[in-house]
């Protein structure tokens, strides 16, 4: 069955009150343009037209997929307007019909609407539900046999019509491309200056073809218009992605404060507390803890790795067996080995670190390259930056650094050398040396006693 996807994304949103284009706005980490497009996705359609208008150049950089084609609607003249002008854009067979501000809408919820219009050999299909708690649908009208007869908008939907007619229009709908020819047919609504393309519906039926409604879940069909639409959209997704992690086998302590993106994976017997934020493209690997208030972002985690509370890892790597926080923070494009230490208040900034390397507390490690084995003492600076260039630090094998270390880069600590306790350290060290840079320590005996009676005689 060829089938072509035309998305509506052209309007303005105004209840949103924002300068972003209203299908721009993320729910769960992702705009909601996204999440309609990976829903037809599966549908492998022939051609994806999005037709955009307030923001369209926003919308095509956003968008940046060679799957989808774009075309502009110049002047916001409704849903029928929108897609009369993507109609020269599809090829023969059927067209379905969506809204961009829909990101709850399935994949398996529009196969099945596209399987009942093959079926049912309807020139027209579209989804229906039920729900007498919102407003804002159009009214399925059906006469007294149950044929649908037509879609009035709700704002001129009359008082009884709303008292009877429950079934409110999804707004997605399945055409074959004989049926857009009836696109010409619609009239201009004189209140609001808009083509309307529910109207076809009553059109078609009206010229005697088949045309059905199908009901579906309310929550796939919901449409965004508000923030407080926006945040109930989320919170659906949210709970879809943690029931579905949990079903793999991921223990969540606390769900309800748990935020995971559609695009993050978990692997197996991994425990999440709660306020853990796990964002974008990240990958959790089997058996690992990520503890209250951590956030991991793009970031790929390995095997039975420890997070601990408060602690940011973003765009980086970390090793099986490893173990960061609390209060740590892993900067971009850092790569940490298998069974590292990486302890309270350390940050590591576009750094390698080596196996069973441990940096247990306090200390800034940027621009560095270290190999395994090597310990950093409590305090330990990389002074990689002179106030307009970036150096690196390199730290071989076995290298113990002594606390509150200035290394001053460039600069090599060599293989299994040691660093004293308070050293700054502006010269390679060979491997196997010891490096010292202190003052020489002076001590007074009796100092406190003598300044004491100095005291006492002023008095």
Same mark, same amino acid.
């Given at each position: ?17 924002? %300068? ?85 809408? /399935? ?57 009877? =007619?429950? +079934? ?47 009901? =579906? ?17 989320? +919170?659906?997704?949210? !709970? ?29 017997? /991994? ?7 796990? +964002? %974008?493209? /990240? ?53 940490? %080995? =298998? ?50 260039? !970036? ?40 491997? %196997? ?27």
């Amino acid at each position: 069955m060829n089938i072509s996807v035309v998305i509506l994304a052209a309007g303005r949103g105004k209840r949103m009150k924002s %300068g972003m284009p209203k299908v721009l706005h993320e729910a769960l980490g992702m705009p909601m343009l996204q999440y309609v497009i990976d829903a037809v996705r599966p549908l492998k359609p022939s051609r994806t037209v999005v037709v955009i208008g307030n923001g369209a150049d926003e919308v095509k950089r956003r968008m940046d997929d060679d799957s989808l084609s774009f075309v502009l609607q110049k002047e916001l003249l409704g849903t029928g307007n929108a897609l009369s002008i993507a109609k020269k854009e599809l090829k023969k067979g059927a067209v379905l019909v969506l809204n961009g501000d829909c990101p709850l809408i /399935t994949a398996r919820t529009l196969k099945n609407l596209l399987a009942k219009h093959r079926r049912n050999k309807n020139l027209v299909s579209f989804l229906s539900f039920i729900d007498d708690s919102v407003t804002g649908y159009g009214r399925v009208l059906r006469d007294g046999s149950g044929k649908v007869t037509g879609i009035v908008e709700d704002k001129h939907a009359t008082s009884g019509e709303k008292r009877r =007619c429950k +079934e409110l229009n999804g707004g997605v709908y399945v055409m074959e491309t004989a049926a857009l020819d009836y696109l010409r047919r619609i009239k201009k609504n004189l209140s609001s200056g808009e083509y309307y393309l529910t109207d076809i519906v009553g059109i078609v039926s009206g010229a005697g073809k088949r045309i059905e409604a199908y009901n =579906c879940p309310p929550e796939e069909i919901s449409g965004v218009n508000t923030r407080a639409h926006l945040y109930q959209v989320t +919170e659906i997704l949210k !709970k879809r992605v943690i029931t579905k992690w949990m079903d793999k086998g991921v223990t969540f302590i606390g769900p309800d404060t748990s935020v995971v993106h559609t695009s993050v994976s978990i692997g197996r017997d /991994t425990v999440v507390y709660p306020n853990t934020y796990l +964002e %974008g493209k /990240t990958s959790i690997g089997k058996h690992c803890v990520i503890y209250p208030g951590a956030r991991i972002r793009d970031s790929i985690i390995g095997d039975g790795v420890t997070v601990k509370d408060s602690t940011l890892i973003e765009e980086s790597r970390v090793g099986r067996g490893t173990s960061v926080g609390p209060f740590a923070h892993v900067r971009p494009l850092s790569v940490i %080995g =298998c069974n590292v230490k990486i302890g309270n208040f350390v940050e590591i900034k576009k750094s390698r670190l080596g196996d069973s390397t441990k940096a247990s507390h306090l200390s800034y490690i940027g621009d560095a390259h270290i190999g395994s084995n090597v310990n950093i003492g409590a305090g330990t600076i990389t002074c990689n930056y002179d106030g307009k260039n !970036k150096f690196e630090t390199r730290i071989e094998t076995g290298v113990f650094i002594g606390s509150d270390s200035q290394l001053i880069a460039p600069v090599t600590i060599g293989k299994d050398a040691y660093v004293a306790a308070g050293a700054t350290i502006t010269k390679n060290v060979p491997s %196997g040396a010891l490096a010292i840079s202190r003052a020489k320590q002076k001590t007074f005996e009796n100092w406190t006693k003598k300044r004491q009676r100095k005291v006492n005689k002023r008095k």
